[in-house]
């Protein structure tokens, strides 16, 4: 049996439709390093939220580090927070307003390192909230130091030559680690670098918003990220050091459903 293979240039001469950017992402052009994965991660949480129907009823949370670009980015209400401080602030706005849709848009060194409090005590409490998670292993925006996520081994600017777990510790399994709470309904670890990861990393984030709506507690969606500029890789040498290193020891999955 043979397959038909249509080209993208019959593709534009039929004048089929086989993607349109959703209304939630503003026409700025995205900040982001070349080949980041934050603007998949964006792009995927907006489409999420335009197929449900409820842009209108959406209010995100974005703290300090590359995730506080959102607001540029993210046509919803937007909400900043002090560095780490990102659930605290979501727990806030959805006791005030039960009825609205809140998430946190937050990085590695935002919600395990300096946010690990407020990110655990959410938890904990079962704050009915999505947190969006990107993990990149390092300090993206403040010039690459080492995070809690960053691997044995990792160079960055405050470990450049390697993180010794003797004196610095493991990197820190925060997902595994809510996951054990009672009151976190969803933890998955997804990721955005290939086709196939990005469909179930929107499956994912989907799966999050509807147990809010369903009142279930908290969900937390980890993404592994690259980050070429920190790591100082091309995109391609990023994303495959990732796939070798990243996943090796943040596997890919749900940990709790």
């Known amino acids: ?87 605290a602030v979501a727990t806030g706005i959805k006791r005030v307003f039960p009825e609205k849709y809140v998430f946190t848009y937050q990085g590695d060194g935002d919600l395990a390192a300096i946010g690990t409090a407020e990110t655990i005590h959410a938890c904990n409490r079962g704050e009915n909230i999505v947190i969006i998670f990107v993990n990149n292993g390092i300090y993206g925006m403040t010039g690459g130091q080492m995070a809690p996520t960053t691997l044995a ?15 610095m510790g493991y990197p820190l399994k925060i997902t595994e680690m809510v996951a054990t709470l009672p009151g976190v309904a969803y933890a998955t670890r997804q990721a955005v670098h290939e086709a196939k990861y990005i469909r179930k990393a929107k499956r994912a984030i989907r799966k999050a918003f509807e147990n809010q709506r369903d009142k ?19 995109p391609v040498e990023s994303n495959k050091w990732l796939d070798e290193n990243m996943l090796a020891y943040f596997p890919l999955g749900d940990i709790k459903k």
């Open 1 to 87: 049996m043979m397959t038909t293979v249509i080209t993208p240039e019959e593709i534009i001469k039929k004048g089929k439709k086989v993607f349109e950017k959703t209304k939630l992402m503003t026409d700025c052009t995205l900040s982001y390093c070349p080949g980041c994965g934050h603007g998949v991660a964006h792009r995927l949480v907006m489409e999420v939220v335009d197929e449900m129907g409820i842009g209108q009823d959406t209010i995100g949370v974005a703290p300090v580090g590359c995730s506080v670009l959102a607001y540029e980015f993210m046509n919803i209400d937007i909400q900043q927070a002090a560095h780490g401080r990102a659930p």
């Open 153 to 167: 081994g990792m160079k960055s600017s405050t470990s450049p030559y390697g993180r010794v777990v003797e004196t």
């Open 216 to 234: 279930k507690g908290t969900s937390i969606v980890e993404i592994v990220s690259n980050c070429n500029s920190g790591w100082k890789m091309t």
